[in-house]
């Protein structure tokens, strides 16, 4: 009976889809938007071993903090993801050489940019490209972008960069969009930011690294890839102490020469696959990554009831078959829980014993993908910044939407993880951050694959 029941409602779905499909061809014949989706079918344990990727958070600022150097630079172990190829796509148009040396690996010759504006709709479809600000203004004391895009969290003002480029000197106007800064000459002074911001701290190191003397940041971001970022400029020849901690010094230098430097992997995406490997009651080896890095979710993991074993440069997950234990999560600037890792878990926890409480403490509103987990049969209630999360024995498959890049991973983790077929659209999002999600699932032994429509052919085929 139940055989009957999947597959009774495999076909309705597939007819609803197709129903749509036919609706948005008659409406938008000659204007079709390019419809994809993930199409999971879940309920099967991840086994097997994955290689992580670069960090994206790392990579999105490395890439333009490039433009700094009077020699090329060559980046390996790059992640290639949207974010990426639209960092590449702008550093081109603004006329630096760029190559791919290898699947990883990108050398950039910024010699003849001569430009300091950004393309306009290149720089607001993502977050990072207000790192153009703090390299543009360094390299040629003006810059031209965009205010920033990204993921919709909430509010997400930039008053902390600003208030930096104006420490150091700046003046900027905002008009139609577009931030417009300049200074006569960057002079190095001591920041306090009002908020540990990852994106305002990066920016400060990028604005102050060819001060005239001094910077000092204090209450500054500790995130890997702030410490890489540093790390990168240092191997360029700046001369940056104490990135890591809430106090990081920036002496001027004069110039910076070109590097080889390797991006550190993505703690996120990382986590990402642990969580999957949980939720899926799974054996998982994630490989190429740092465990101190990943400390806050493996201290998580084993405390609801999963295995977790450390390696030098790899760790293994392994789910339990028995219920998980509930938890509670409070997001946190680094080195406390990060809030990129937040929705995974609440995917996770729906299905736990009990009550779980998730406070998010660094954005507004980063629980846009509770309504979506509500679809599949999850039971969770949002109060501002704190969601409730009561256990339930299972979830069921359903068409769902991704708000944005971690509520995506969120969808996939409760799609894998759940009997039936789980339908994600809206994966523009998920793409931007995980490099080959579907390949590197595929491999651990998941049913899932990427549909475009109105190629429906697959559609006629499964009718
Ligand atoms: C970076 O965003 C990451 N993005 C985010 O990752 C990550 O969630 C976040 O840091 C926190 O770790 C990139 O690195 C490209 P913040 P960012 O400045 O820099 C407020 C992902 O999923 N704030 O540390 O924008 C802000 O509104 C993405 O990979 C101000 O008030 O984060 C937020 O509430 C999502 N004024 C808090 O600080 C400012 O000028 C932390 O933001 C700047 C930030």
């Known amino acids: 009976m139940v055989i009957y029941q999947k597959t009774l409602y495999f076909i309705l779905v597939l007819c609803y889809n197709y129903c749509r499909l036919i609706l948005l061809v008659g409406g938008k014949r000659g204007q079709l938007e390019k419809l994809e989706k993930f199409i999971i079918n879940g309920g099967k344990r991840l086994n097997g071993s994955v290689k992580i990727s670069g960090a994206k958070n790392a990579a999105v600022a490395i890439i333009p903090a490039a433009i700094l150097a009077e020699e090329p630079c060559v980046l390996e172990n790059l992640p290639m993801i949207d974010d ?22 990108i050398r950039i010759d910024p010699r003849h940019i001569n430009d300091a504006v950004v393309p306009y709709e290149m720089a607001r479809s993502m977050r990072a490209s207000y790192y153009f600000l703090g390299t543009l203004l360094s390299k040629f004391n003006h810059a031209k972008v965009s205010m920033p895009g990204g993921c919709d969290l909430g509010d997400r003002p930039i008053d902390q960069h600003l208030k930096c480029f104006k420490a150091l000197g700046a003046n900027y106007t905002i008009e139609h969009g577009i931030v417009d800064i ?74 910076l020469g070109g590097a080889h430097y390797s991006i550190i992997p993505d703690q996120i995406e990382a986590g990402t696959y642990m969580v999957a490997a949980a939720a899926t009651k799974g054996d998982v080896t994630v490989m190429g990554v740092i465990p101190k890095h990943l400390e806050y979710i493996t201290s998580k993991l084993r405390k609801i009831g999963a295995t977790v074993t450390e390696n030098d440069d790899s760790i293994q997950v392994i ?81 769902v939407k991704a708000a944005d890049l971690r509520a995506g991973a969120a969808l996939v983790i409760a799609g894998l993880s759940t009997l039936g077929v789980t339908e994600i659209e809206d994966i523009k999002h998920i793409e931007r951050g995980y490099e080959k999600m579907v390949e590197k699932l595929s491999l651990l032994g998941a049913d899932i694959v990427k549909r475009t429509y109105p190629d429906a052919e697959p559609m006629r085929k499964a009718l």
């Open 319 to 399: 789910g339990s078959d028995s219920p998980y234990e509930r938890i509670n999560i409070k997001t946190m600037p680094h080195p406390g829980f990060p809030t990129d890792m937040q929705p995974q878990f609440a995917a996770m926890l729906t299905m736990a014993k009990g009550t779980s409480i998730i406070t998010e403490g660094v954005f507004d509103n980063r629980f846009r993908y509770v309504d979506e987990l509500r679809r599949m049969g999850a039971d969770i209630s949002v109060d501002g910044k704190v969601a409730v999360i009561e256990g339930v024995s299972k979830l069921t498959g359903a068409p």
């Open 84 to 105: 990426v190829s639209i960092d590449l796509k702008i550093l081109k148009e603004m006329g630096a050489d760029v190559k791919m040396l290898n699947s990883d690996t």
């Open 182 to 255: 300049s200074a006569e000459n960057l002079v190095g002074t001591q920041i306090y930011f009002d908020k540990v911001s990852v994106g305002a701290t990066i920016n400060a190191m990028l604005a102050a690294v060819k001060a005239n003397g001094l910077t000092i940041l204090e209450n500054a971001a500790k995130e890997p890839h702030v410490v890489d970022l540093a790390n990168f400029l240092n191997s360029m020849g700046a001369d940056i102490m104490g990135a890591g901690t809430d106090v990081i010094k920036i002496r001027g230098v004069k110039r």
